[in-house]
């Protein structure tokens, strides 16, 4: 159950796209990669994937869960190092903790978002708390990687901690929808994520028969996620299943509508994530936790690592 919700008969609404709208079509829908993360936490990855290599500027799309762990069993990441790109992490349900190098961190927890510019680099540990671990329970979120552009990739590290109130709510043409705007802008309505290039990320909730048709900027990459429910994407009515992405060709606006029965252990609404992003345009080189432009940055970014320039573990910790 997605955290922030609200009476979406209250919200502003967005208005119809104009007559002249051109509705992208759907040009694939992908299935995950399933595979674990960390020390092992499930993961739902549609890219990169076979096919699939990035959406770019997003390099890494990984959905966390959902998963109702018994006592004991959650699990994070270990102390790892990330440069050349952004990790934005969105909590649905539980929480996530995370530490730095520089000091920085905090709780993630339902329907927070944490915006972290690794930049030049960083170290991190990600990790459900201990309370999530001793009780078990449920653990759902989000881990998008949206790169950044060359002459961004040595930023300082940054945090942009974006709490469940913060986000803009808004609602589909007819008050059915709810519309979360965790970034970029919509209709007029702006989310809270500073980002380094013009992006969109929306998480919206369509309920069984309801349509959502949103503007966004042709320019822009766009592709939307199915987190739970089912429905269909574009005038296509192309079907996007839980776990399943919808990558969008070139348009003006998007067009989504939720399946008819929706399963019994969900919302009742297809929960579906909307991106969308203007392409950087340049080489990806990408190893691991580092993604750069060329082989040699790679290469200096390991060099970096290994040698401590890009912060040490704190001594506090006892991970
Ligand atoms: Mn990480």
Not at 23 to 51: M, W
Not at 262 to 286: C, D, H, K, Y
């Amino acid at each position: 159950m997605p955290a922030v919700t609200a009476d979406t008969f209250t919200l502003p609404r967005l208005a119809r796209p104009a007559p002249d709208a051109r509705f992208r079509p759907v040009k694939r829908v992908a299935g995950s990669l399933r595979t674990f993360e960390g020390e092992g936490f499930p993961v739902r990855r549609p890219f990169p994937n076979h096919g699939l290599d990035q959406v770019d500027p997003f390099v890494l799309f990984d959905h966390m869960g959902a998963v109702d762990y018994g006592p004991g069993e959650a699990k994070g990441t270990p102390w790892h190092p990330h440069r050349g790109f952004e990790t934005v992490t969105y909590i649905i349900d539980g929480a996530f903790e995370h530490e730095d190098s520089t000091g920085g961190g905090g709780l993630i927890t339902n329907g927070a978002t944490q915006w972290m510019t690794a930049g030049a680099g960083i170290l991190h540990i990600e990790k459900p708390p201990e309370s999530l671990v001793a009780s078990g329970g449920l653990f759902h979120g989000v881990q998008l990687w949206v790169n950044l552009p060359s002459a961004d990739k040595f930023v300082s590290p940054k945090y942009q901690d974006i709490h469940s109130a913060d986000l803009a709510l808004v609602s589909n043409h007819d008050g059915s929808a709810l519309v979360r705007v965790i970034a970029g802008e919509i209709g007029g309505f702006n989310g809270p994520g500073m980002t380094h290039t013009p992006i969109a990320y929306l998480h919206a909730s369509v309920p069984p028969g309801s349509e959502v048709e949103i503007e966004l900027p042709e320019g822009y990459n766009t592709f939307a996620y199915a987190l739970s429910g089912g429905g269909f994407a574009g005038l296509e009515d192309a079907v996007v299943n839980e776990g399943e992405l919808a990558l969008f060709g070139p348009g003006s606006a998007i067009k989504l509508r939720g399946g008819e029965s929706q399963p019994s252990n969900g919302t009742g609404s297809w929960e579906v994530l909307i991106l969308g992003g203007q392409p950087i345009s340049e080489p990806v080189a990408r190893y691991g936790p580092f993604v750069m432009n060329t082989k040699d940055e790679i290469r200096q970014a390991l060099e970096d690592f290994q040698s401590g320039r890009m912060g040490n573990i704190p001594v506090r910790s006892t991970e």
